[in-house]
């Protein structure tokens, strides 16, 4: 029988030397899922990638994708990789090394949908070593969809990308899942995780913190940011609710853990609040917390 699950990873550790990179790693990711990595430098994300693509020996657990192991799923093609550090060949044309990349897997992806998908449109005549990053980045994205994979795992795909190209970027990663590819990514850009990701999974010190909609994530912290325009010296300290205050410039910015009860003691006798803009934590505050690097 089919897996349902794209990938299955169970008690992993990965080990260099003395660093535990992944420290008994529990996760189970559906087929059709998007799925964001996230947490600091070092967390294990990339550690994780390397080995579900079976690139490195767990010391201990298992890994199955796609209900095989890493090397057979590989070989199979049910799996298209970006990784942090993947190369182009040098003194190539683009389009020789989609042609054989194509070539080498049982069903391709059409070139012109998939020159279309990947946004390289223009691209195909170039050489491989006159592209910027961000076109760079998006040939790299062809080269792991050429086989037209099940699942597709991402290492900071778009770290070299214009805000433009992250955005057409994200909305191929939809199409993609919307057309059933399961999609997991690492990424440091935390509001592209909360914007595309329908599960965020953080890890630290190899180790996994929290697995679970963004919005549950956020939901966790009952602090609310209020923030508006006051020019005096007022102090808010003894506002209801209030447990810090900042000022940035004309902004003054109140974290409440009753944002009711600040409103309505700000307003009381007529006070104005002008910008007045209320927002709960985002994405980014949640996870620095949840990683220790908030307090
Ligand atoms: N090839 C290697 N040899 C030795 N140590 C390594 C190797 N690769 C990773 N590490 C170590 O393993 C730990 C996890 O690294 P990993 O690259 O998996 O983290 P990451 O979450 O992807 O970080 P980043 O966000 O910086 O890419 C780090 O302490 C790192 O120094």
Same mark, same amino acid.
């Given at each position: 029988?089919?897996?349902?699950l794209a990938l299955?990873?169970?008690?992993?550790?990965?080990?260099?030397?003395?660093?535990?990179?992944?420290?008994?790693?529990?996760?189970?990711i559906?087929r059709g899922a998007?799925?964001?990595?996230?947490?600091?430098?070092?967390?294990?994300?990339?550690?994780?990638?390397?080995?579900v693509l079976?690139?490195?020996?767990?010391?201990?657990?298992? +890994?199955?994708v796609l209900? *095989?192991?890493p090397?057979?799923a590989v070989?199979?093609g049910g799996v298209g990789a970006?990784?942090?550090?993947?190369?182009?060949?040098?003194?190539?044309?683009?389009?020789?090394?989609?042609?054989?990349?194509?070539?080498?897997?049982?069903?391709?992806?059409?070139?012109?949908?998939?020159?279309?998908?990947?946004? +390289?449109?223009?691209?195909?005549?170039?050489?491989?070593?006159?592209?910027?990053?961000?076109? *760079?980045?998006?040939?790299?994205?062809?080269?792991a969809?050429?086989?037209?994979p099940p699942l597709l795992l991402l290492?900071?795909?778009?770290?070299?990308?214009?805000?433009?190209?992250?955005?057409?970027?994200?909305?191929?990663?939809?199409?993609?899942?919307?057309?059933?590819h399961t999609v997991v990514?690492?990424?440091?850009?935390?509001?592209?995780? &909360?914007?595309?990701?329908?599960?965020? $999974?953080?890890?630290?010190?190899?180790?996994?913190?929290? &697995?679970?909609?963004?919005?549950?994530?956020?939901?966790?912290?009952?602090?609310?940011?209020?923030?508006?325009?006051?020019?005096?010296?007022?102090?808010?300290?003894?506002?209801?609710? $209030?447990?810090?205050?900042?000022?940035?410039?004309?902004?003054?910015?109140?974290?409440?853990?009753?944002?009711?009860?600040?409103?309505?003691?700000?307003?009381? &006798?007529?006070?104005?609040?002008?910008?007045?803009?209320?927002?709960?934590?985002?994405?980014?505050?949640?996870?620095?917390?949840?990683?220790?690097?908030?307090?």
């Amino acid at each position: 029988m089919t897996s349902p699950l794209a990938l299955e990873i169970s008690g992993l550790s990965v080990r260099f030397g003395d660093t535990l990179a992944v420290d008994g790693l529990d996760l189970a990711i559906p087929r059709g899922a998007t799925v964001a990595l996230l947490g600091p430098n070092g967390a294990g994300k990339s550690s994780t990638v390397n080995a579900v693509l079976g690139l490195i020996r767990p010391a201990t657990g298992s +890994i199955r994708v796609l209900g *095989r192991s890493p090397a057979a799923a590989v070989r199979a093609g049910g799996v298209g990789a970006m990784l942090q550090h993947g190369g182009l060949p040098s003194e190539a044309r683009v389009g020789e090394v989609l042609d054989l990349a194509r070539r080498s897997f049982p069903t391709a992806w059409p070139l012109d949908d998939l020159v279309a998908t990947a946004g +390289i449109d223009g691209l195909l005549g170039r050489s491989t070593d006159a592209l910027s990053g961000g076109q *760079r980045q998006r040939v790299l994205l062809a080269l792991a969809l050429a086989g037209a994979p099940p699942l597709l795992l991402l290492d900071e795909p778009t770290s070299a990308m214009d805000v433009e190209g992250r955005r057409a970027f994200w909305a191929t990663m939809r199409g993609l899942a919307e057309r059933g590819h399961t999609v997991v990514f690492a990424t440091h850009h935390l509001d592209e995780a &909360d914007a595309v990701a329908d599960r965020v $999974v953080v890890l630290a010190g190899g180790r996994l913190l929290a &697995d679970g909609p963004a919005a549950s994530l956020k939901a966790g912290f009952a602090e609310r940011t209020i923030s508006f325009t006051s020019a005096g010296e007022l102090r808010f300290d003894a506002v209801p609710g $209030v447990s810090a205050t900042e000022r940035r410039g004309d902004t003054v910015v109140l974290t409440t853990a009753d944002p009711e009860a600040t409103l309505r003691a700000l307003l009381a &006798d007529g006070g104005r609040l002008p910008d007045l803009e209320v927002r709960g934590a985002s994405l980014e505050e949640a996870v620095l917390t949840l990683t220790g690097a908030l307090r």
